[in-house]
Nanobody, 121 residues
Framework: QVQLVESGGGLVQAGGSLRLSCAAS????????MGWYRQTPGKQRELVAG???????NYADSVKGRFTISRDTAKNTVYLQMNSLKPEDTAVYYC???????????????WGQGTQVTVSS
């Protein structure tokens, strides 16, 4: 089965930290870029952080200096370390894989099921 499995969401107080993880299933052999998006009700999904297979990263302005994306390319796993969390970071966070070679062939984009992050004030 071709899938991305996220973990690590939850409830945290403002100023706290959380670490999200996203692991690709074994049927995914390689991935070009991986990243994290988030979405709140009534709003479009937005990019939080992304990382290419070569290690280049990009971040949303709102999380720069607080969030760090990292990746284990050999394991096709991506992480998001979130520090100094704010109530406005509350959202469902989705893992994304862009450009994946899988047992079913090439797939342009894959999404995880989402994990809820809630930051209380």
């Amino acid at each position: 089965q071709v899938q991305l499995v996220e973990s690590g969401g939850g409830l945290v107080q403002a100023g706290g930290s959380l670490r999200l993880s996203c692991a690709a299933s074994r049927s995914i052999f390689s991935i070009n870029a991986m990243g994290w998006y988030r979405q709140t009700p009534g709003k479009q999904r937005e990019l939080v952080a992304g990382m290419t297979s070569g290690g280049s990263t990009n971040y949303a302005d709102s999380v720069k200096g607080r969030f760090t994306i990292s990746r284990d390319t050999a394991k096709n796993t991506v992480y998001l370390q979130m520090n100094s969390l704010k109530p406005e970071d509350t959202a469902v966070y989705y893992c994304n894989a862009n450009g994946a070679r899988t047992s079913w062939g090439y797939m342009g984009a894959l999404w995880g099921q989402g994990t809820q992050v809630t930051v209380s004030s």
